[in-house]
């Protein structure tokens, strides 16, 4: 068998060889080797030591029996096992499924079952969703061991016949006196990643990603529009479970030899604006959900100087409001691109750039995509400030869903893939969101987009976070209800928030009423469940005082 890396062999007729993980630490090789690729709670790893570690849990997994092309699914916190496992399962042409630390147990079987992975590997803080995902009778799988990166092994009796339950330490054992293996020789177009869908309504589905893009992103966005590099130290509030999250802790600084910061607890402003300060984080990635707080934080919780060394913000799952963009800018001095990514794509194509941000959209398109919007009868919209549904072509597509075939046939169409966007193009190139398309209403024949209402509702000085979904009247037409966060301490009324936002809207956008919440359904990258949203409100909203025209 010939031992050369994959990038070294003379190439053959037929499929492009190319395995993502071989791509991502080929750093351990050459002059960054030495240079710090991941920082983690509990220390640090050089590149020559990921690449070292990556192989010692590849070939654990090889003698658990994980063969190319079947599935690990991880429900973990982010951390180095994390980190390590999903790289170690690409390694070997198996496929890494991370998924969602906030699913219940049987939301979990759900995932374990349709994915049909052979191996679970879970965090302890995960102990209960992963032991009742594998209870008899929950769902029917095909996993044969289940692994807990803490001292503790799941107990045999709570785990179905013919599984074996092994703790972290005793899965590294297995690869004692055992060679460290060779990347698999998997082709550009193979397997690599499944990422399940963030699940804005309410039925996530496995998007099947490749070796090839995860290249593809981390050259497109990462580094032509980032200019991310070997000096770069990167962190992300959203998670490695996320195609947003996974593109900004490893597939962008891994493949210029940067350095990535893994903070397992869940992102708080003071938590993360330490990290910066600690690491010097010149990358920082977020959500408008993590945005909003960070602005609202008191300078005891996080000092105006806090984000110095912070060259680019990054923004993405929601549309960033302009006022927390001029806020961030204003109190940090740090611009945040915002752009718009998706799981079927991996990562941001269209964004603003450094230097040249829109406030309130989402940029122009990320070198590599090409973007359309389209009237409801396909025809391609020319000119400006018509609206329409967003299609996006680009080589990191996925593959398709898992087993969906219907949706997979409304989804992807040839080269281009139908987003659900309602998108308009503005006179200077950039593209503004509207909503989903079943978010967008037509109030008294007009469109109305729900982001439009929410940027003003966002202005008021005690709004924290809003969401706009439409209500049917009495009459069924539908009419524009907002869901509102206030500021801690503030008092909202419902009349007089109304009235603010008729201020500075076209009457018929108004809100007809406000219900104050303490906090918005999201999911983990920050997007709103408008969904559940509109499972807590009927017509009889419509008819309070306040909300009468």
Excluded at 117 to 142: D, K, N
Excluded at 237 to 263: D, H, Q, R, W
Excluded at 344 to 360: M, Q, T
Excluded at 513 to 527: D, H, N, Q
Aim: proline share 8%.
């Amino acid at each position: 068998m010939d031992q050369r890396p994959l990038r070294d062999r003379a190439p053959l007729p037929g499929p492009e060889l190319f395995n993502a993980a071989e791509y991502l630490l080929a750093g351990a090789g050459g002059q960054h080797a030495d240079r710090v690729a991941v920082c983690h709670p509990r220390g640090e790893l050089t590149y020559r030591q990921l690449a070292e570690e990556v192989r010692r849990v590849a070939a654990a997994l090889l003698d658990l029996g994980v063969r190319p092309e079947e599935r690990v699914l991880c429900c973990m916190v982010d951390d180095v096992e994390l980190f390590t496992a999903i790289l170690a399962t690409m390694y070997i042409g198996a496929v890494a499924v991370p998924s969602s630390t906030m699913l219940t147990g049987p939301e979990l079987a759900k995932l374990v079952a349709d994915s049909r992975a052979r191996v679970v590997i879970g965090s302890p803080e995960y102990r209960a969703a992963v032991l009742t995902s594998m209870r008899p009778g929950e769902t029917r799988t095909e996993v044969r061991s289940v692994v807990f990166t803490g001292p503790d092994a799941p107990p045999a009796h709570e785990l179905p016949a013919g599984v074996t339950g092994l703790n972290w330490d005793e899965l590294l054992n297995r690869a004692t006196g055992r060679p460290a293996p060779e990347p698999y020789p998997s082709w550009a177009d193979s397997s690599a990643l499944w990422l399940y869908t963030s699940g804005t309504t309410g039925t996530p589905k496995a998007a099947m990603h490749r070796h090839t893009d995860i290249r593809y992103v981390a050259r497109h966005y990462g580094q032509q529009v980032l200019g991310i590099g070997p000096g770069d130290v990167c962190l992300s509030a959203a998670k490695l479970f996320f195609a947003y999250g996974i593109g900004n802790s490893m597939f962008f600084p891994l493949s210029v030899c940067a350095t990535t910061v893994l903070e397992p607890a869940r992102p708080s402003p003071a938590l993360f604006a330490g990290r910066v300060a600690e690491h010097g984080v010149t990358l920082f990635f977020g959500v408008p959900s993590f945005w909003g707080p960070l602005l609202a934080a008191s300078p005891t919780e996080v000092a105006d100087d806090a984000l110095a060394t912070v060259r680019h913000g990054v923004s993405a799952g929601e549309t960033l409001p302009p006022r927390i963009f001029h806020g961030i800018r204003d109190r940090y001095g740090m611009e945040i691109l915002d752009g718009i990514g998706s799981t079927e794509v991996l990562h941001i194509y269209i964004s603003n750039r450094p230097g040249h941000v829109v406030p309130g959209s989402s940029g122009i398109p990320v070198p590599g995509y090409r973007i359309e919007l389209r009237r409801a009868d396909g025809t391609v919209i020319e000119q400006v400030g018509e609206p329409g549904m967003l299609y996006v072509a680009g080589e990191s597509l996925c593959a398709g869903y898992w087993c969906r075939t219907a949706v997979n046939r409304a989804v992807f169409q040839g080269e281009w893939m139908r987003t659900g966007d309602q998108y308009v193009r503005n006179a200077d190139g950039s593209y503004t969101c509207l909503g989903r398309a079943d978010d967008v209403l037509k109030v008294g024949g007009i469109w109305v987009s729900p982001a439009e209402v929410e940027a003003r509702l966002l202005e008021h000085p005690d709004v924290l976070e809003a969401a706009v979904i439409g209500v049917p009247d009495a009459d069924g037409l539908d009419k524009p209800v907002a869901f509102v966060v206030p500021r801690p301490g503030a008092q909202l009324r419902s009349d007089e928030v109304i009235t603010f936002c008729r201020a500075g809207l076209a009457a018929f956008k108004r809100p007809r009423a406000v219900l104050e919440v303490a906090e918005l359904p999201k999911t983990g990258t920050g997007k709103i469940q408008r969904f559940r949203l509109r499972a807590l409100v009927d017509a009889t909203v419509l008819s309070t005082p306040a909300s009468t025209p």
